[in-house]
């Protein structure tokens, strides 16, 4: 079943950082760890990556150099000590919303 776009797109900044919380990637890496992890829920395109990237780049929260690899030049993204700070905020955001849900849903007749 597909997922509301609403749902996806505000949690996004965050799944990408915890991405590159674990290892420096470039965009097509973080593309396809993403969809694999996510049993292919999160699907983001070039188009919408890209955007999200400079975006976090502008506000710091990761940087970018380039690294040749099998004689092919890719920027590849880093997360920065303020990234690693908003992660871990938004990953406690993250954990009392979701607890709330769950509680909400459970209460309403046991639909989880």
Same mark, same amino acid.
């Given at each position: ?24 990637? +470039? ?7 993403? =969809?694999?992890?996510?049993?292919? %829920? ?7 990556? +890209? ?24 920027? +590849?993204? =880093?997360?920065?000590?303020?990234? =690693? ?16 849900? %769950? ?10």
């Amino acid at each position: 079943m597909p997922i509301d776009r609403s749902l996806v797109s505000g949690s996004t900044t965050m799944l990408l950082l915890k991405l590159l919380s674990e290892k420096d990637m +470039y965009g097509y890496e973080m593309i396809e760890t993403l =969809r694999n992890r996510s049993q292919n %829920v999160f699907e983001l395109k070039a188009g919408t990556l +890209y955007p999200l990237l400079h975006g976090l780049e502008e506000k710091l929260l990761l940087t970018v150099y380039e690294k040749e690899v099998a004689g092919k030049v890719r920027k +590849y993204y =880093r997360i920065t000590k303020e990234g =690693r700070k908003y992660l871990d905020q938004k990953q406690e955001e993250w954990k009392i919303f979701s607890e709330a849900i %769950v509680n909400v849903m459970s209460l309403a007749g046991g639909v989880v």
